[in-house]
């Protein structure tokens, strides 16, 4: 039932992205609209994180899209005076130095010296004669094309960081999007061939728009337009269930930072809350099935300890990926390199990045023990010096990333095909709504479109973010339209 058909709002669920994209559209439209945040933050994942004046981006959001009616909203919330034009800069710190991102077989070697580039060739010529048995995996896939030697510098200890699994475990149908095209013997050939014949392999933006305050002020600004226009937001207040009767959802159960509870009559559910949430959520419970479907859905983890230093700790990228087997830290922001409005004069702050499973060692470590651990991994890697370190914060993000395992969308489309049958007006959105991989823009598209499919349009939102185009990069490969291998099952899902 459309909303022009029934006086009850449309409940949105979720302050990120996704939700409020779907709130804006539905309340310019002249709709009634609730949405509901169980924090008392808005933005999500791309909210701007706050501590005694300094902000962090928790993940780093870079403001470009190849979506154009994304690229209209942005600019229709904020004014032009509140974005700045960034330059994009990426690049991997291993060993005390810099190795350009995507990884440049020639700029490896050029780093490494003339000792250790050998070693690496002669490593390579070895996996050339005595190629890897199974290629099927991600780690046979890239010592085939690498050798034994730049694979365990490059490849093993990120990728594992950020995903928690042994490389073998990974499919190789995920290196053809992650490594695109790339291998030791091209980029040797290439460098003795003159530049005319050379062709790049990728193409990557150079520079991107970003609110001079972080993501956090285009989401806190979306919502004012919200309540501007009629509609409604409410931090603090959880949806707890949702009830279906007669082939729909007829109203969901909300309950509050202060313990009230409440029941608000819906005429749709617009929903960004992990898929297997929504699936606790519903009542009655859903068959055995759609329920065993949502609780095998997994989540990866992140936490971030961010540490003010002197500006001249800083560097140029917006982060660096730290391939170093010597820490836990997978990546580090420089926040004054995404805007010198989010730091303070001769300071900057650099956000040191974890990737976990909630529940796990670092995850349920304490404050203090998380920040001397970051000051640690800084002096450990040469970056900064323990005394350089003025403060830390902690910040912790849980369904950070969807998990990809073999079940995961068989999984997806049992829940979807489901409410298809059992509650058509329940719309899952977003990142974690969708269980799908997406990024902010794609997210917001997912809203949008959903938007018009209320009022009568036919979008399949499922095909958002399949096309052979990522994000940043020229692609030869479709699928989800993200780097997010299939993975191994984990022994105990969270």
Known sequence: MSTSENSSPVVVIGAGPAGLTAAYELAKRGKRV????GSHELGGISRTVERDGWR???????????????????????????????PRMSRIFFDGKYYDYPLKASNALKNLGIFEAGLCVLSY?????????????????????FGWRLYRKFF?????????????????????????????GKAIVNSLTPKRNQKEITSLIEEFEYPKY??????????????????????????????????RATSVEVTHDDGRM?????????TTNPMRELVSMLDPQPPIDVARAGADLSYRDFLTVALVVPESSGFPDN??????????????????????????????????????????????????????????????????????????FVVRVPKAYPYYDAHYAENVARIVGYLEGAAPNIHPVGRNGMHKYNNQDHSMYTALLTVENLEGAHHDIWQVNVEAEYHEEASMRGGTGRDAPILPKRPSSR
Not at 62 to 80: A, D
Request: glycine share 10%; net charge negative.
């Open 125 to 145: 010529l070895w996996a050339q004669i005595h190629p890897p048995k199974d290629q099927s995996n991600y780690e046979g896939w890239l010592v085939s094309r």
């Open 262 to 270: 409440e029941a608000v009559e819906v005429c749709d559910v617009i």
């Open 34 to 37: 609730v949405v509901f945040e």
């Open 56 to 86: 962090f981006d928790i993940g780093g959001h870079r403001f470009f899209t190849k979506v154009e009616e994304v690229n209209k909203l942005w600019h229709e919330i904020l004014p032009p005076e509140d974005f700045l034009l960034r």
């Open 156 to 184: 093993k200890t990120y990728t594992e960081k950020v995903w928690g699994v042994p490389v073998r475990d990974m499919p190789a149908d995920w290196a053809a999007q992650r490594v695109k095209g790339l291998n030791l």
């Open 319 to 392: 982060w660096i990926y730290i391939h170093s087997q010597d820490v836990a830290v997978g990546r580090i922001q420089n926040y004054g390199s995404w805007s010198p409005f989010m730091v303070k004069e001769g300071k900057t702050c650099l956000g040191l990045e974890f990737f976990v499973f909630e529940g796990d060692e670092l995850w349920n470590a304490d404050d203090d023990a998380l920040i001397a651990r970051g000051i640690r991994e800084l002096d450990t890697l040469g970056l900064v010096k323990p005394d350089d370190v003025e403060r830390g």
């Open 214 to 247: 972080g993501p956090g002020m285009m989401w806190e600004r979306c919502a004012e337009l919200v309540v501007s226009a009629g509609g409604t937001v409410v931090l603090g207040a959880k949806v707890t269930g949702i009830h279906v009767s007669d082939g």
